[in-house]
């Protein structure tokens, strides 16, 4: 009886966030698979799952869904922004994520985990949370390891006792009821694995990005947008810095949000954001276009200018106003608000070309045509901010 009634709350559960979603429903709840594998979760790391599994389309979710999905039935807050699916619910999610995306999905989605825990982890003073993200991580990339690692750890604090013990039991059973979903072939990871079993993991706290996700369903004024473009002065086109191709703003902005912390490399960039090499000069590209991303003191590297640590460390609110000023600042750009926000629509891709064309940017028809994906993308990043 109580499988029963638990399977019809998680079906309502399911329901109701796909309604509160409206025309996104179905691929929101699709998300949701995705959310359900890490044991516990927060804004960024909700964010990040958003990001690279559905910010291009047909797939591709607003930002709005992020907070829909935390505040919904499904969820429940434990601590100050970290969150937990309900257990009957997850398992459910888990089945799915397996059944509609299969093993190769579920690998994706452990690895973005793994990685995430590697470079921004905020659960460095909640160690037993830690490793239970790390092993779940692991459990679907490598079962095997995942129960070496953890039958080491255990052996290593056998001598201790009450919630160590405790924490162990628990994860036991958590890698047990995950079985059938992890049962394949192991992949054995071991260059992405480079901390030893049993080991602590070096782990840095994003605390910008944190706080960029908790305030990023901030909106601006339209009145305040008009009054910027009446106030911006156009700045010429950067010499020797080629027009971007980086069609989703919210990526440049995430990647600002990551150098703050320290400079990456392009390689590091990548293996982050799971691009290929060429997504991630492109996005990098987009940042110096707009007078924000260098090249680091040291070989390689890429790092934030002064202009853009000034800018990436105010608040939420004066941050995107200030992006919006420099993306605003591009003739290009500026005109193409400007239609948007007379006619109330962003225009059409031929428009764009067309208004590329009469700013005599130094490109070819076929480079116009490719590069108004990215214009267009950056005014509906834009758009998206304003309060009409």
Known sequence: MTTTFSSKLVERRLNDFRRRCSEYGDT??????????????NPELLHFLRINFFLDPPTSLPYTVEFEF???????????????????????LLQRLRQEYGLERIRDVATLL??????????????????????TALNFLDPVKAKQWLD????????????????????????????DISDATPIHYEQMLETPVGEEISLEVSEQMKSDHLNSFFKIPSIQVFNILDEITIVPEPEKVPFPQADKFERVENLLSLLLQKSLTSEEITEIYQ???RQTQYYIGAGTYLGLISKGIDKGTFSLTDKGKTIVQKDYE????????????????????RVALKEKKIPSNKVIVEIMSASKLNMNE???????????GWIEWIWSKIDF
């Open 275 to 277: 691009f290929t090499l």
């Open 152 to 179: 080491k750890a255990e052996t290593n604090a056998s001598h201790t006792a009450g919630a160590d013990r405790e924490w162990f039991i628990a994860m036991r059973q958590e890698i047990q009821q995950l079985h």
């Open 70 to 92: 935390l505040t919904s039935g499904m969820c429940r807050e434990i601590d100050d922004d970290l969150y937990e699916i309900e257990p009957e619910i997850r398992n459910v």
């Open 318 to 337: 004066s941050k995107i106003i200030e992006l919006i000023k420099i993306i605003l600042q591009h003739e290009v750009f500026n005109k193409v608000l």
């Open 114 to 135: 793994w990685q995430y825990i590697e470079h921004h982890s905020p659960w460095t003073t909640r160690n037993e949370l830690e490793r239970a993200q790390q092993l």
């Open 28 to 41: 929101a709840v699709k998300l949701a698979y995705h959310a359900a594998l890490p044991v516990a979760l």
């Open 366 to 376: 076929v480079t116009m045509k490719r590069r108004s994906g990215t214009v267009r």
